[in-house]
């Protein structure tokens, strides 16, 4: 047994406050804290209680009791033997009391300061409680309406409805969450959905204010209320392929022309990997910082970067808007002078002003699911529009053979095929709304990587066979090579009204973006700021005209200008960058990262230039080639 005789509180400590069992000899050279010293010899005391503790409280044993139970474990029964211990009140009155008196008191001492120090230092420490789901989901395409009609179902005892995905009618919301931002419009809401979100407005700035602790849940909302994703990797393939095909494979094969065979095919499916790289970086960058494009700049670089990146989604959208005016326009002018037997020629600006009789009123629309007919009757005039363009593609080539083409690289403006190229495969805005409708959105990146391998075929499908056939003659606009007829004009008709209502749906990202920066109020209850928005939206489509009637000259030129300023930022700078940032821990991910930031920044300067360049030098370009000039002309 340990000696423990010695007089504790003259034992000395070195100047750590370690204590040295000096008696012991300093050859055994152990130091040991004193608490530990404590814990050790309080292990053969007897246990005190905080009745009978002579020099502090304590949450140990009495003495008397240890005695009974001592006396217990012997064999003796007091009432037996008709003598009853006496209090103790003493440590004394212990067997050698006199002798460990010290050690009690050293012991008790060590206790009390450890238990003061706790006081003083210790906090309280639960589990942290799971992350409410409900937080994100608020930002989901109409996370507002969706969380009331849950909380309504759960009141009334019922299962809450799935949502997002279930009918195409529902993909129209991710327009709604473009970029992952929260575009909904009050005036878009019911009274009673937009009360509960000002009500939630009113709980989270009252929570800012009272100062609630990390604990506390940003959205106080049931975890079982809360709504899920429901679409499944085959829904998840048709957004993906609504979100992509659309204008953009129209203006490929004059793409090929203006780069080349060779070249063109190489560097489109090089932009799809690297666009597919980004957008995977973009959702990996998402899942550690959850939430919107924006915001996750803004998070990890501050308010300027969060600005930029809705500059960049804003002017991206408003360039397409202008691009595919433009092909209206074309498509209508070429569509005129058929069915006029070449008597009636309608300049392009005419036919882009007139377009905004018909976008100012789609623009007045504030609840994007109303535009649902216009963008289903859109996708199947698409659908119509590229089967027959494979049909009269390959007719021609069986009549006519291959046309004039450049094999390799056209020299003199093959920059221009990148930012057409970019510009093609731009969808990153849907990226982040498409993964958070997903049931299992750990498996969107492979069903993306299958999708974009799919959409990329069709793309080069088409820019390939269609140069292929129409060689040097090539159009802009690839459906004004097909000959006159009713037929033609039949698919010429449908997909300019196909694309003509779709550009509400392009447009409408970009208005909410503005909007939401320039009005604080709702105008549900104020009819002014409720005109000062309808005068907003219509100077933005007055501008988006004014815009197109100057790129209708060069309708190539204008796309690429697009692709090169506003889609290129969007897809090869800002995913790498955050990525880098908030992401990338391995040289390797560094590495990818950096390149990719450095390829876009080359990509962007040296195409927009040379864009520049070639539009100034040309003048006012080329018309496109009419129906109406006799062969040779």
Known sequence: MVNLNADLDRVPTNHSGLFRPTQYGDNLGVDLPEDQVARAVRRHLIDTSPASSLYGSSPRQSIAGSIKQAAADDGSDDNQSGYSNPPITSVHQLPGGSITHDIYKWSEAQENEQASRNKRSKSLSFDRPPADPGFANLKDPGGFRRHFISKKAAQQGKRPPHWMTNTFVDFLALYGHFGGEDLSDDEDEEEDMAAERRRRRRDSRRHTLTGDDELSPLIRQAQENAPEGTAT?????FLLLKSFIGTGVMFLPKAFSNGGLFFSTVVLSVIAIVSLYSFLL????????PVSFGDIGGLLFGPGMRMAVLMAITVSQIGFVCAYMVF???SLQALVESVSNCKTDIPLAYLILGQIAVFVPLAMIRKIQKLSVFALVADVFILLGLVYLYYYDFLTLALH???????????SSFPLFIGTAVFTFEGVGLVI????SMKEPNRFPKVLSYTMIFITLLFLSVGFISYLAFG?????VILLNLPPGPAVNTIQALYAVAICLSIPLQLFPAIRIVETGLFTRSGKHDQI???????????TVLVCAVVAIAGSADLDKFVSLVGSVCCVPLCFFFPPLFHLKG???SWTQKTIDITIIVFGLIAMVYTTFITVSLWSAEGEGAAPISRCTPPGH
């Open 282 to 289: 973009l959702v990996e960058t998402r899942n550690k910082v």
């Open 401 to 411: 053979g291959v046309g004039n083409i450049e094999w390799m690289v056209n020299t």
């Open 233 to 237: 990797p085959s829904k998840a393939v």
């Open 529 to 539: 700021v409720k005109w000062q928005k309808n005068g907003f939206r219509f100077l």
């Open 433 to 436: 709304p498409i993964t958070e």
């Open 583 to 585: 992401v990338a821990r």
């Open 328 to 330: 209206v326009a074309q």
């Open 472 to 476: 040097e003659e090539v159009q802009t």
